[in-house]
């Protein structure tokens, strides 16, 4: 059984996707399916049967599968047989894998980058267009590679599945065009050399590159590349409709096709272009919330204050890098219970950070007597006081709203920063970035919508004391790794994001209004009904509403896994979909650490829901049959 292309508008529930396959089908998915509670527990406990079934994942926790071909190539050419190696997307980002590395892992030997240049071939070579594509391996012992994963999951500095495909791609074109030139230099001068299809050049790899380790050009890489497997045909198919086109095509063909053929994907000259949009979409969404009373209103931020980066993770792994090269000696807070890997960024890059993980504004008198009156005071050191705070708006899971007001008072008064990431409660919903020295936000999520690309975006506050400091920085720090084609596929999906999640508000309220007042239902966590005078105090006023996001609990004991079984929608990680997706978050994000998170209200059986643009009458019918598949409630 295979998924079907989703119409989340559509008032016809998708079928489910089999265990391991991509949510939803198509290149460059950003979920996987795991439609089962015990899915999700044997995902977490490595079950071969998982394992052996996934073939997609998110991609900083699930290297994608062209990612890891890539790499494999850098190790064959590269590397020794007691080694392996991450790909990231520039110098500095594998001196920092290696600096992580160097931190966390002390008994092997020393970590060397290898730069690998991937040439275009003749037939790529066009005016604005990439003539050639670095990407740099940080080789260390196989023993620290799950301290690697650790920095490619955490930083989010990735090499994007676009990006790795794209490289493949070339690599394969440049030793087709090797051999057809030696198979002419070999050839009687009255043989024809046969012509490939113009539309479907073969694709079997080989690769030019400059290294480091001086290993030379042109080295044998044919058994490291497998075959994209296009056509060869002297037909040409200009005038043909697409089912006939894309009749037999298997993925990788339907992939090259559909994005390059058929124009869904732009020429990647158009991608400067992409991103100066992206960064004024965002910046206009910004500046139109900015209240009446704030200087220079329609000014308050321009294109230059937005940052792209290749994922959400990176940009909040990014923001607290550049804080830190203001006051490298300063801790951070990190205020309310975040997403795992956002505090894991605190604790593990920097000097540490204090976390306030309940984040209401109780905490928030807490915090101010037990650490920030200390960071007064002429002999005060350096170490002692407080670089910035970090929160979500509101939270993952609990979809608490931090009160930005105080919280905004105490770093004034004690000179500390505000990062706010607002991914969940989106630039249409709510006002963040006048309280705030910088927001970021994940763009993978409903800014994009169709859970095919990757990005994150970086926005400074030029109101705030620290806005000169931090402008400086990123004038030295900051590099643009938003790979082209991701780039292209973000400004595409983002042009409707405004319209989409007006929708997804409103689907999101009724279900939760229909799910609260259901007996089985024990909890709805959702920002109509927690911490909701914060919320209300930076919620856009119009028709912005509440956001896409909910969790739930049961009262029978084994009611999650009932419900979650039932559910007749998607099953994955990730959030912020046009399609409705669901996942036991505890299980996922936690597995390992559950007493530690049930301290902060993160419940086991905790089911997250990320609401779609389906029908609402779809929505509440779907709800209502995993209800009634409850049956041990709770007497």
Not at 569 to 592: D, E, Q, R, V
């Amino acid at each position: 059984m295979t998924t079907s292309h989703i119409t989340p508008a559509s008032g016809v529930r998708p079928e489910q996707a089999p265990l391991g396959t991509p949510v939803p089908s198509v290149p460059h998915a950003i979920s996987v399916s795991l439609p089962t509670f015990k899915d999700n527990v044997d995902y977490e406990e490595a079950a071969p049967r998982v394992v052996q079934a996934m073939v997609s994942g998110y991609p900083r926790f699930f290297v994608a599968l062209k990612v890891k071909e890539l790499i494999a190539i850098c190790e064959k050419k590269f590397g020794k047989p007691s080694e392996a190696c991450f790909l990231w997307p520039s110098r500095r980002v594998a001196e920092r894998c290696r600096s992580f590395l160097e931190r966390y892992y002390t008994e092997g030997p020393a970590v060397r980058i290898v730069e690998f240049t991937i040439y275009a071939p003749a037939s790529e070579i066009r005016p604005g267009a990439p003539k050639q594509v670095k990407v740099f391996a940080t080789f260390f012992v196989k023993e620290a590679h799950g301290i690697a994963k650790q920095f490619w999951q955490h930083a989010g500095d990735i090499v994007s599945s676009r990006l790795a495909t794209h490289c493949l791609r070339w690599l394969s074109l440049k030793a087709e065009e090797d051999t057809a030139a030696a198979a002419a230099t070999a050839a009687p001068a009255s043989i024809r050399m046969p012509r490939g299809n113009r539309h479907y050049s073969s694709s079997a790899s080989a690769a030019t590159t400059t290294t480091s380790a001086k290993t030379p050009a042109g080295a044998d890489l044919t058994g490291a590349v497998s075959s994209l497997g296009l056509n060869d045909k002297e037909e040409d198919d200009e005038d043909r409709p697409v089912e006939e086109a894309v009749d037999g095509m298997d993925n990788c063909d339907y992939e090259v096709y559909v994005e390059e053929r058929y124009g869904r994907n732009l020429d990647l000259s158009f991608a400067p272009k992409a991103k100066v949009a992206l960064r004024r979409r965002i910046a206009s969404q910004v500046a139109h919330h900015v209240r009446s009373n704030w200087n220079g209103a329609s000014e308050y931020v321009t294109e230059d204050d937005v940052y792209l980066y290749p994922t959400g993770m990176s940009a909040i792994y990014n923001a607290h890098r550049i804080a830190l090269t203001l006051f490298p000696e300063r801790k951070s807070i990190c205020f309310g219970f975040p997403y795992t890997d956002s505090l894991k960024v605190l604790q593990k890059f920097g000097p540490g950070c204090y976390f306030y993980g309940h984040g209401e504004d109780a905490d928030i008198e807490i915090l101010e007597k037990e650490i920030l009156e200390k960071t007064l005071g002429e002999d005060v050191k350096e170490e002692d006081k407080i670089v910035a705070l970090l929160c979500e708006f509101p939270s993952n899971p609990l979809l608490k709203s931090a009160n930005l007001v105080r919280l905004g008072e105490l770093a004034d008064k004690y000179g500390f920063m505000i990062i706010v990431d607002e991914t969940l409660g989106n630039f249409v919903n709510v006002r963040i970035l006048e309280y705030a020295d910088i927001v970021v936000s994940s763009l993978s999520k409903i800014f994009s919508g169709d859970s095919n690309v990757m990005g994150g975006s970086l926005v400074l506050n030029p109101q705030r004391k620290f806005y000169k400091g931090l402008k400086a920085a990123m004038e030295t720090e900051y590099e643009d790794l938003m790979w082209v084609e991701d780039a292209i596929f973000m400004e595409r999906n983002s042009r409707t994001f405004q319209q989409r999640i007006a929708r997804i508000d409103e689907n999101t309220e009724a279900l939760c209004e229909f799910l609260k007042a259901h007996p089985k239902v024990k909890e709805v966590y959702y920002p109509k009904y927690v911490t909701t005078a914060n919320y209300l105090t930076h919620k856009v006023e119009g028709k912005a509403g509440f956001g896409g996001l909910f969790s739930v609990i049961f009262h029978a004991p084994n009611g999650a896994v009932q419900f979650f079984d039932a559910l007749p929608f998607y099953k994955g990680p990730s959030l912020g979909t046009n399609f409705t997706l669901a996942c036991p978050y505890t299980i996922l994000a936690h597995y390992y650490e559950l007493d530690w998170a049930a301290q902060y209200g993160i419940e086991k059986n905790l089911i997250r829901v990320a609401v779609g643009l389906e029908d609402r009458d779809v929505l509440l019918g779907g709800f209502q049959e995993a209800l009634d598949a409850i049956t041990d409630e709770q007497k």
